[in-house]
């Protein structure tokens, strides 16, 4: 069975760092691309990034670029996000997704991790 | 950016009823990139239809997707008590990836 499995967040005072995890099995990791997606309490969902197979190729949201990296480990079947100069707006579930190729749909998501920015 | 606007914002619909959903993009969604997701409230997103109009394994017949360009359309034929969440848009084929922002389908 497919399955991602996010970690690492918590509370943060504003303009401090976290870094997020996300461990998949039951698939061949490095063969799908991955994306993170937020959703800020009571709100919609927003793309936050996403990166091929291979890691070669990375994509960020306009929000979050110069900000954010996500990077993977394919030898630790885990996916990263390393957040920095964090802000108040930063705030959301955090989910993971498969996302096998650029142009494919997620599936599956994980069940997301909290970050809460202090200001 | 392509931006996905979805109508209405909220459907209040009884059990047995059809729920017809919108999502309409600003500019035209390459190959017909668009999903279809369902969130419960609590839990994560999930996807239920993708290239506009194929479900996803396992996805009851009741759901359907239909659109091309820049109109798209979910139904749900007769809407079952699990039925009833809030429903995303998004387009996948071009950056940035963008989501509607949501129609939720209630309880009448």
């Known amino acids: 069975e497919v399955q991602v499995l996010e970690s690492g967040g918590g509370l943060v005072q504003h303009g401090g760092s976290l870094r997020l995890s996300c461990a998949a099995s039951?698939?061949?990791?490095?063969?799908?691309?991955m994306a993170w997606v937020r959703q800020a309490p009571g709100k919609g969902l927003e793309w936050v990034s996403g990166?091929?197979?291979?890691?070669?190729?990375?994509d960020y949201a306009d929000s979050v670029k110069g900000r954010f990296t996500i990077s993977r480990d394919s030898s630790k079947n885990t996916l990263y996000l390393q957040m920095n100069s964090l802000r108040a707006e930063d705030t959301a579930i955090y989910y993971c997704?498969?996302?096998?190729?650029?142009?494919?749909?997620?599936?599956?998501w994980g069940q997301g991790t909290l970050v809460t920015v202090s200001s | 950016e392509i931006v996905l606007t979805q109508s209405p914002g909220t459907l209040s619909l009884s059990p047995g009823e059809r729920a017809t959903l919108s999502c309409r993009a600003s500019?035209?969604?390459?190959?017909?990139?668009l999903a279809w997701y369902q969130q419960k409230p609590g839990q994560a997103p999930r996807l239920l239809i993708y290239?506009?109009?194929s479900r996803v394994t396992g996805l009851p017949d009741r759901f359907s997707g239909s659109g091309s360009g820049t109109d798209f359309t979910l139904t749900i034929s007769r809407l079952e008590p699990e039925d009833f969440a809030v429903y995303y848009c998004?387009?996948?084929?071009?950056?940035?990836?963008?989501f509607g922002g949501g129609t939720k389908v209630e309880i009448k």
């Open positions: 039951g698939f061949t990791f490095s063969s799908y691309g």
């Open positions: 500019q035209s969604v390459s190959s017909s990139y």
């Open positions: 990166i091929s197979g291979s890691g070669g190729t990375t």
């Open positions: 997704a498969n996302q096998q190729y650029s142009s494919s749909p997620f599936d599956p």
């Open positions: 290239g506009a109009s």
């Open positions: 998004q387009q996948y084929g071009s950056s940035p990836l963008t």
